[in-house]
């Protein structure tokens, strides 16, 4: 997996994110403090430093292991979620992306496993809750997350095994780096093609143009390091000699980061390091830092990229400035400046969000906007995308401007405020995944020289923050001295340009014909051999027993219930709310969610839902402007949400609920401002505020392209379920292609039609605030519960007092304007959306059943099974792609299958073509069984933040027994059971699935293929719009 971390926007890293309960007995932490002391020596580590923090009830180690002189830090923590992490330094020495490809190779076997591809194995030999590996700028690293002891240390032994001694075969660097074969191995008449996992999965992320501007700003600001995910007009320069040398200089000890974190025995982590670490010779680790340009002067550099067929085709220029604002070592100043820039760039009241979005310049931040702390130079960058060719100058002019205004003018010092008090929240707010989030927040600085005890310094360093705060213009110094002045500065633009894809596709041929040009008749035949001989490895049976594993006896038979309390709320004599409490330690902090039922809302009127949503957290009210409402929010909430949510009946599929959801959290003395601010939102929001509407239609449709290449997969899907079932037509046109589309249009509307769309708007409003179908669930302390009923019952009778007078506004019936669905069951629909990406997404999906029928959990094991044991090898180990599957989602009864990046969406629908007969006609053992229940179980039983306690029976309607029961048909599905469903559901193949692909429509995407192919991009004239919505209106 490749990732480029940024951290800009928000304040991280400082506070990565906070507390997490455990049930374990667990040393105190002066006593964890003193049993590891600076200068003593533990089974071959030398512990160089120990910190204890207290308000995260946390100790920190750090070691040097004697030998190798690798680096561990262990935090000591009692959470049961624990983790682990090796990584390396990897600075690439091109844009070959061999960093990439050796992440991926490693993890096709090893001496001690010696199996194909051991890590995608392990995925269901284990109950871990995370297990990844990733590629940043300049790091490698592996880390995972599990709760259980034995799981940990078998999948610790394999990571390290893989890391320190893969196998590194010609033919796994051939299938995950890049290869030249035929299109058809089989067939020597095919054409000759690039193929290559990595390969492909980077044509993939080529085609998120926010992606690639903020790869090609990279390149550019920071040459010395290039691209270490590979550019694909480069990977196919890379050699297999050129991957094994990489390894051995990098992937040793000596150039290794060790990372634990938890509640397991920091003896036993160091006692499995140094039996491995031991038997590697020391050698000089190549920890070389790399820098950006130096920027003594101004620089401008332009590059092209694709145009957005969804945006505005007048405004595709995305431009942004950059400055750099001193070391990142300076634990204490790059706080300074995390807050600064945040109070520069974040929200509605921010100085530059309202004069460069609000102002229309662009329609939102570009991709690289914020503080960057990832590099050993601290880099503030400022720019927007969606800007016209004429208005470019006046980017840059009135980001200076701006500037120099707000130095001129003072920052508020409430929005520091505001910030601070969100930093405490995070503080206390519990979440399972904190150790991963540690690990992600410490690591890019660690590898940057930026010692992680600094890092830890939460508490001084916010006090010595508060005390500097009271010098006179001390955040204002920082803009003096880093951004005014005529300071240098590095100045990015993408233009669009028409013909770029058709210049990458260009690229691609010529490259492969020149390499062809350079092959002698029998290089080729050796082409072809190859081919055929990674096509019998890939099809080859293993012997899997080297892998270790759990059983299902690891998977406890009984659900861990949380314990839920229920009451209504009489807000007034015929008005009864049904309120569900979660009542448990919440470090003084109260959780706020509700839900208001919008299932007889008018179906003309579901399309805007999204809008209206967002509308809420962005409009502002007659009264109070979003930029005051938004800072009261952040000085007195944890922040306010608001979403709808479609979900299925767990005992009809084909029955439906809409909901509009809000949610909120806040400490327990401010629960009274986070209702009062949520009724605020729910009654007083301005939807006629044109102003404000403008440039946040802008914002969604913004980069609608690049929202749908990174998650296509997800959109075709989503597409192809849209015919099955009622709440996935729902979920298609809330949250699918249908609602980019839509958006897109709407975005393409005068000013005129804008009163329009805002009329829709207010028609919603008011009947949220009409209708009765209101629930509402809270999380908090014991001791905060009796207030919290008194003030949910004021909110109540506030909210209800106020239907009684809406209801009376309402025009029209509703129900004459009803949702309806028919299902396209039995039917085959086969759509394909073109889209400018240079791979393709798949789904295809068939009708199941409702949560509480038996057959849901022989599917949800079918699906498994397919994706590891079939899909998996023929979608992307064969056809190239970076990922293809089968899933079954429980809560909508939905089975589907998926390609992810994919180069032959052809070779893709033929297998799912042939899955189902497959599923059948295979000889499947006890053993495939289990793997595929431990892997479901990783999910069901991951912790749970406490945020998330009660949240599957509130939002889905699945009930702890519901859960049990499924619980346990899952654990007692057979083999009999499997073929039974596989028989029942999935014999139709294509011709009884409902299909959707995503990319650029082959020649044999056609009508007399029954095809249809949708034009994706958003055409038509601001009359045809305005003639759209006006029949709405009628």
Known sequence: ????????????????????????????????????????????????????????????????????????????????????????????????????????????GSERYNVRDPFFKMLNRSLANFMNAMTASDYTFYPFATTNKVDFGNLRNVYLDATLHPLLKNLDFAQEGWRIEHADPRDETSPFEFKGVVYNEMKGQMSDTSYLFYIRFQESIYPSLNNS????????DLTYSQLQEFHAKNYHPSNAKVFTYGNFPLEDHLTELDHEFSRFEPKKPDLEVKYPISLSDTIRVVEEGPIDPLSDPSRQHKTSMTWF?????????????????????????????????????????????????????????????????????LVEQTIRTTLQQTFDDGLDLNRVEAILHQTELSRKHKVANFGMNLLYGLTSGWFNKVDPMDMLEWNNIISRF?????????????????????????????????????????????????????YSAQEKDELTSVGLELLKKQEEKEDLSCLPTLHIQDIPRELKRVELDHTTISALPDAKIPVQWRITPTNGLTYFRSLISLKDLPKDLHIYLPLFAECLTNMGTHSQSMADLEDEIKLKTGGISTGVQVRSDPNDIDAWNLSLGISGYSLDKDVSDLLRLIRILLVETNFENTEKL???????????????????????????????????????????????QFIARLDGYDDASLLLISAKLRQISEFVLSTSGMQIAVICGENAVRENELLLTRFATE??????????????????????????TGKTSKTW????????????????????????????????????????????????????????NGASGIFGYYSYRDPNPENTLRTIDRAGEWAIQNSWTTRDLEEAKLSIFQGIDAPQSVESEGMIPFLNGISDDMRQTRREQLLSVGLDDIRGVAEKYLTGGLRSYQVAVLGEAPEWANETNGWTVVNSSVEGSMEDAKREILSDSM
């Open 325 to 393: 604002m001193g070391p990142t070592t300076d634990v204490y100043e790059t706080f300074c400046l995390r807050v600064l820039t945040s109070l520069l760039t974040d929200g509605h009241s921010s100085p530059l969000y309202q004069a460069l979005i609000e102002s229309d310049i662009g329609t939102e931040f570009s991709p690289n906007t914020g503080l960057d702390t990832s590099s050993p130079v601290n880099i503030f960058s400022v720019g927007v995308q969606g800007v016209a060719t004429n208005n470019l100058q």
């Open 799 to 824: 909210l209800a007092t106020l239907k009684e007078i809406t209801a009376g506004n309402l025009v029209g019936s509703a129900t004459a304007n009803q949702f309806n669905f028919t299902s396209n």
């Open 466 to 518: 508060r005390e500097d705060l009271k010098k006179p213009r001390f955040l204002e110094n920082y803009i003096e001295c880093f951004l005014l002045q005529d300071k240098p500065v590095f100045c990015f633009t993408m233009s669009p340009s028409a013909s770029y894809g058709e210049s990458l596709v260009l690229n691609e041929q010529e490259r492969l014909a020149k390499k062809l040009s350079e």
């Open 694 to 740: 403008r440039p946040l239609l802008r914002q969604m449709a913004s980069g609608a392209a690049d929202q749908i290449a990174s998650n296509g997969h997800a959109y075709a899907r989503n597409a192809a379920a849209s015919t099955l079932t009622a709440s996935g037509s729902l979920s298609e046109s809330l949250s699918g292609i249908e609602q980019v």
């Open 1 to 108: 997996m490749y990732s480029h971390f940024t951290q800009a926007r928000l304040i991280r890293g400082i506070h990565p994110v906070q507390l997490v309960c455990s049930s374990r007995q667990f040393a105190s932490l002066a006593t964890l403090e003193k049993n590891y002391l600076p200068g003593q020596q533990i089974n071959g580590f030398t512990v160089t430093k120990t910190k204890t923090i207290p308000e995260l009830e946390m100790v920190a180690v750090h070691l040097k292991h004697d030998y190798s002189g690798a680096e561990h830090l262990h935090v000591a923590k009692d959470d049961d979620n624990n983790v682990f992490s090796i990584a390396f330094k990897t600075n690439p020495p091109d844009a070959t992306g061999v960093p990439h490809i050796l992440e991926h190779t490693t993890l096709c």
């Open 229 to 236: 995910g590979g550019d694909p007009s480069n990977i196919t």
């Open 833 to 888: 959306y073109t889209m400018p990406f240079q791979v393709s997404y798949s789904g295809a999906c068939v009708r199941g059943v409702p949560y509480t029928n038996k057959d849901g959990s022989s599917l949800q094991v079918l699906a498994n099974m397919l994706s590891h044991k079939y899909l998996h090898s023929e979608i992307r180990e064969k056809g190239g792609a970076y990922g293809g599957g089968a899933s079954y």
